[in-house]
């Protein structure tokens, strides 16, 4: 790893990747469709959700809107604000719902996300773990716990901003199942039984597919509880 990357990975939840390379735009359901992680392909129900208006100037945010509400997500279009230096909320959504394959599932903690990020999200919930909960561990998902995604913060122990401050981040601490069985990262990475082992390294694997940044219980111990799910540009997964 080059000296400028290593220094700023050892630094926790925040960017590895420089501001402005993530990816424009989300992708829709049926492109996904092709990379998919299994093999499910019942479409679920759809929510219209409309933009305000500064972010249908934005072609790139409108496209990413359409696709979001496609792919059969449940979501609030929230308008752009700026809260101090480096801190800011721009073409972001408020989830409330994921589709999967048969049905939906909630998202618990969530806070605001940047469009492209929360169709990432949803790709990544539906093609990687609702498949993977069915084919691992014999359920669908009922719902994703995360330790939210914006907050106007710093890297810990450095004076750079966090991509959580740009909303560009979601911190994801467990899954429950329909059959109410409950994987968390803290628990169950390394002490989970060998069905819950397997089903947290194929989702952490399925994530690197699909975020620009990916970093989990293996990356250092501040990420033992979660993973930080970051951007959609250029992959560093560890």
């Not at 402005?20 to 992708?27: C, L």
Request: proline fraction near 4%.
């Amino acid at each position: 790893m080059a000296p400028a990357i290593a220094a700023l990975a050892l630094a926790g939840c925040g960017s590895v990747i420089p501001v402005g390379n993530a990816g424009a735009g989300g992708t829709s359901a049926a492109s996904s469709q092709s990379g998919s992680d299994s093999s499910y392909t019942r479409t679920a129900p759809r929510r219209v959700a409309s933009a305000p208006q500064n972010v249908i100037s934005r072609p790139a945010d409108a496209a990413c809107i359409t696709n979001l509400s496609a792919a059969g997500a449940r979501f609030d279009a929230l308008p752009d604000t700026y809260a101090a230096p480096g801190c800011n909320k721009l073409g972001t959504v408020q989830l409330s719902a994921l589709a999967g394959d048969a049905s939906q599932f909630r998202i618990s903690n969530i806070g605001p996300v940047q469009c492209r990020v929360a169709s990432a999200f949803g790709e990544w919930a539906r093609f990687g773990v609702d498949r993977a909960a069915r084919q691992i561990l014999g359920s669908p998902l009922a719902r994703i716990e995360t330790m939210g995604s914006y907050a106007c913060r710093n890297v810990a122990g450095s004076t750079r901003r966090s991509a959580h401050s740009r909303a560009e981040a979601i911190d994801v601490s467990g899954f429950v199942l329909e059959n109410g069985r409950r994987i968390s990262l803290i628990d169950d990475w390394d002490g989970g039984t060998a069905a819950e082992r397997e089903f947290l390294r194929v989702v952490h694997s399925s994530a690197c597919k699909r975020f620009g940044t990916v970093l989990g219980p293996e990356y250092n111990r501040a990420h033992a509880d979660h993973f930080h799910l970051e951007g959609t540009g250029s992959s560093f997964c560890r």
